[in-house]
C-alpha cells in the first residue's frame, strides 16, 4: 500500500533536484532509475521524454506527469511543517509537477509491492510541459498504445478531475516604425510604441465571457529616451474552451491589425497568431470518468468533476486520441512562491493511481 513516509521523502527529492524547463536531465535521471528499479521497461523518444511499461493484464493506463518547473526553481528548500510542504518563500516549491511525478512512482511501487493481479501500465513523463507543452508535442506517441489514462498535474485534491480545457492561440506581433532624434526632427520619425498602444487599447483582452480570456502580456520597443522608437514587439495569446469564439476572436485580431496597418501606411506591421493546443470536453459517461470514478471511490472519494481555464499535456493526448484527464496532485498556488503541497492528499493522489491500476480492488 501507498507509504506516506516513502512518498514524502520521493517528492522532498525530486523536489531538490532543480529543472527548470529545458533542463530536465537531471531530473529524468533519477526518474529513469527509479523506474528501472520498479522494475518497469524504460525508454526515451527523440525529445528524451520519458515513456516506461509495467507489464499487467488487459489494456494499459497511462499515468502522466512533466519533469520540469517554472522559475524561480533552482535550489529549491523544501520543509514540511506538519501536512504542509513550502519552499524558503524565495523559489516556487516545484510541486507542479514533482508531486504528480512522486504520486506515479508511488503508485508504482505499491501495486508492484502488493504482488496481485494488475493492468497493465504505460508511464509518460513529459520535458518542457510549461510555456507551450513543448514535451508532448514531440512525445513519440508510436511507443503508446493506452487509450484511457490519467494526467497528475491539476491543482487541488485528486477528486478533482479536469473534464473540459480551454484551447490556446499564442499572438506574437512586430512593428517597425522609423527611428529620428526626438529633440533635432521629431517629423521624421514614426513612433513604433505609439502604434502598438493604438493597437492595445483597440484589442477585445481580458475576460471575454465564462469560456474565454485574452492577454497581450509583454511589450518591449525602443531603444534610447532620445530617439522616436522604430521597433515594438508584443507576445499575448487568446483562449476559449469554444473552438467557434477561438476563431471569431482571430478574426478580430487580425482585424485591429489590419486596421492599425491601413492607418499606419508608413509602419510595417507583422501578425502571427499559431494555435498551442485544442479544446476539449469529455462527457461524464465516458470509459475514463467513469475509470477515475471507480479508483476515487475504492479510497472513499467522489469525483467532482471542473472545467479549466489553462491547457495541460491533457489537451494533447486527447487530441492524439488517447482520453487521458488531469487530476490535482494536492498542490495550491502553482507557480507562486507561496505553493504549498499537502501531503494528506498527495498521498490519496497515490492511493488512487494504485486503485487504477489493481482495478479498484486491494488499494487499502
Ligand atoms: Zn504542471
Known sequence: MADRQRLTETLIELIRIDSPSGEEDAMDAEVTARLSDLGLAVEHDAYNNIVARLDGAGEPVLLS??????????????????????????????????????????????AVESGGPRRAVEVAFTRHEE????????????LLSARTGIVLDGEGPPNRVTV?????????????????????EPEKGLSALLVAA?????????????????????????????????????????RSRSNDKLAWLEGQF?????????????????????NTYQAYRVAPQHETVAMIGRALDAIGLAPTLEASGGGSDANVFIERGITALPVGIGVRS???????????????????????????????
Not at 492561440?169 to 532624434?181: F, P, Q, S, Y
Open 334 to 364: 502553482f507557480h507562486t512562491t507561496w505553493e504549498t503541497a499537502l501531503i494528506p492528499e498527495v498521498l490519496q493522489g497515490a492511493e488512487m493511481c494504485q486503485a487504477a491500476i489493481l482495478g479498484g480492488n486491494g488499494a487499502r
Open 65 to 110: 506527469a512533466h519533469l520540469d518547473t517554472v522559475e524561480p526553481g533552482r535550489g529549491i528548500q523544501p520543509t514540511l511543517d506538519g501536512d504542509i510542504l513550502r519552499s524558503d518563500g524565495t523559489t516556487i516549491l516545484g510541486g507542479d509537477c514533482k508531486a504528480g511525478v512522486a504520486i506515479v512512482l508511488e503508485a508504482l511501487a505499491a
Open 131 to 142: 510555456g507551450g507543452l513543448v514535451g508532448v508535442h514531440h512525445l513519440d506517441f508510436g
Open 254 to 274: 487580425r482585424k485591429v491589425f489590419d486596421e492599425a496597418a491601413a492607418r499606419y501606411p508608413d509602419a510595417r506591421i507583422s501578425l502571427d497568431i499559431r
Open 164 to 184: 473540459s480545457a480551454p484551447s490556446q492561440n499564442v499572438v506574437t506581433a512586430e512593428i517597425t516604425g522609423r527611428a529620428a532624434h526626438a529633440g533635432l
Open 198 to 238: 493604438d493597437i492595445l487599447t483597440r484589442l477585445p483582452l481580458g475576460r471575454l465571457d465564462a469560456e474565454t480570456t485574452a492577454n497581450i502580456g509583454w511589450l518591449e520597443g525602443g531603444l534610447k529616451r532620445n530617439i522616436i522608437p522604430e521597433r515594438a514587439a508584443l507576445d499575448g495569446e487568446f
